[in-house]
């Protein structure tokens, strides 16, 4: 039986979560208290249509949601379920933009433990922060919708293929925050900017003249040799410690040009090593149109906004 944990910060996604592992085929139940989860696990052991699959949401709500809970976690892998704790996280200002627009009470302001949102959301997050420590899956939710949520979860759980790990590298710009639920993230900021190139700027790290222009330089190849050496090291020994999910983030300015060659082309390389690598970019979309925006305001004041930057090798 497999069985996955769904916890973390209230509104940061945990119902829509549960409502997609239901569609694609786990058995759900909704803030069960922990305790008696075994009894549940007995029950449908027990049970001629027994459910391979299993979804739990356990937070806040829950009293004494840590107490016991790495005995818990050992009574479950000694019963034979494949047990992993997927956690929502999300910014504190996002989740204080969210409660204001569904306009509900966080849960620790209805029990009396806090006198405001604000509270609310420091105390839970200290509250929770084991078990931030103790999960096998962060997804930070703060720049989701919906859709993109629902479109992670079943690209992980729905493919029914849990026991092989899933690469992903993920691309994005620092001037729009970090990458906040990436394992690891390499800058590569210090490598020549394709923006300063006009005929580049328009482009993305997946046209060929960018990749060309990014990895020109000796300094940029060898950064490259570098990170794939050290992916190569430690790939094998995060499959070993029973990962299910590395998600590798690069970075640079606005998530267009550096950042997505080098996530591109570290996919096509572990692509042919590992079964389940993907490739996605957080804000090449937005930093598109703000390009754009910003290519309109230089073109209005005739062209003097933008200029070309020289850039040695």
């Given at each position: 039986m497999e069985l996955l944990l769904v916890t973390g910060m209230s509104g940061a996604g945990k119902s829509r979560a549960l409502q997609t592992l239901e569609d694609?085929?786990?058995?759900?139940?909704?803030?069960?208290?922990?305790?008696?989860?075994?009894?549940?696990?007995?029950?449908e052991t027990g049970s001629a249509g027994r459910h391979e699959r299993m979804a739990v949401t356990v937070d806040i709500r829950c009293a004494g949601l840590l107490?016991?809970?790495?005995?818990?976690?050992?009574?479950l892998r000694e019963k034979g379920v494949r047990t992993q704790i997927v956690?929502?996280?999300?910014?504190?200002?996002?989740?204080?933009?969210?409660y204001k627009e569904t306009r509900r009470l966080h849960p620790l302001i209805l029990s009396g433990d806090a006198l405001d949102l604000s509270e609310a959301i420091t105390s839970e997050r200290e509250k929770l922060s084991r078990m931030r420590q103790m999960a096998d899956i962060v997804l930070d939710?703060?720049?989701?919708?919906?859709?993109?949520?629902?479109?992670?979860?079943?690209?992980?759980?729905?493919?029914?293929e849990t026991g092989t790990m899933v690469i992903e590298f993920v691309s994005f710009g620092f001037k729009y925050g970090i990458l906040a639920d990436?394992?690891?993230?390499?800058?590569?900021?210090?490598?020549?900017?394709?923006?300063?190139?006009e005929s580049l700027r328009s482009l993305t790290g997946s046209d060929q003249p960018?990749?060309?222009?990014?990895?020109?330089?000796?300094?940029?190849?060898?950064?490259?040799?570098?990170?794939?050496?050290?992916?190569?090291?430690s790939l094998p020994m995060y499959i070993r410690e029973g990962k299910m999910q590395l998600t590798v983030g690069f970075g640079c300015t606005g998530g267009q040009h550096r950042s997505m060659a080098f996530a591109g082309l570290m996919k096509e390389y572990f692509s042919g090593k590992y079964p389940h690598v993907k490739l996605s970019s957080r804000d090449a979309a937005e930093n598109r149109f703000e390009l754009a925006s910003r290519l309109a305001d230089s073109a209005g004041a005739g062209g003097k906004d933008i200029k070309e930057k020289p850039v040695s090798s």
């Amino acid at each position: 039986m497999e069985l996955l944990l769904v916890t973390g910060m209230s509104g940061a996604g945990k119902s829509r979560a549960l409502q997609t592992l239901e569609d694609i085929g786990y058995f759900c139940v909704d803030n069960l208290p922990p305790h008696l989860l075994l009894y549940l696990l007995d029950e449908e052991t027990g049970s001629a249509g027994r459910h391979e699959r299993m979804a739990v949401t356990v937070d806040i709500r829950c009293a004494g949601l840590l107490n016991g809970m790495e005995s818990l976690l050992r009574g479950l892998r000694e019963k034979g379920v494949r047990t992993q704790i997927v956690f929502l996280d999300a910014s504190d200002e996002t989740l204080r933009r969210r409660y204001k627009e569904t306009r509900r009470l966080h849960p620790l302001i209805l029990s009396g433990d806090a006198l405001d949102l604000s509270e609310a959301i420091t105390s839970e997050r200290e509250k929770l922060s084991r078990m931030r420590q103790m999960a096998d899956i962060v997804l930070d939710t703060s720049r989701l919708q919906y859709a993109q949520l629902r479109q992670k979860l079943m690209e992980r759980f729905g493919a029914g293929e849990t026991g092989t790990m899933v690469i992903e590298f993920v691309s994005f710009g620092f001037k729009y925050g970090i990458l906040a639920d990436a394992d690891l993230v390499f800058d590569v900021r210090c490598l020549p900017n394709p923006f300063y190139v006009e005929s580049l700027r328009s482009l993305t790290g997946s046209d060929q003249p960018v990749r060309e222009y990014v990895m020109s330089t000796p300094e940029a190849r060898a950064l490259f040799d570098k990170i794939r050496e050290l992916l190569e090291f430690s790939l094998p020994m995060y499959i070993r410690e029973g990962k299910m999910q590395l998600t590798v983030g690069f970075g640079c300015t606005g998530g267009q040009h550096r950042s997505m060659a080098f996530a591109g082309l570290m996919k096509e390389y572990f692509s042919g090593k590992y079964p389940h690598v993907k490739l996605s970019s957080r804000d090449a979309a937005e930093n598109r149109f703000e390009l754009a925006s910003r290519l309109a305001d230089s073109a209005g004041a005739g062209g003097k906004d933008i200029k070309e930057k020289p850039v040695s090798s």
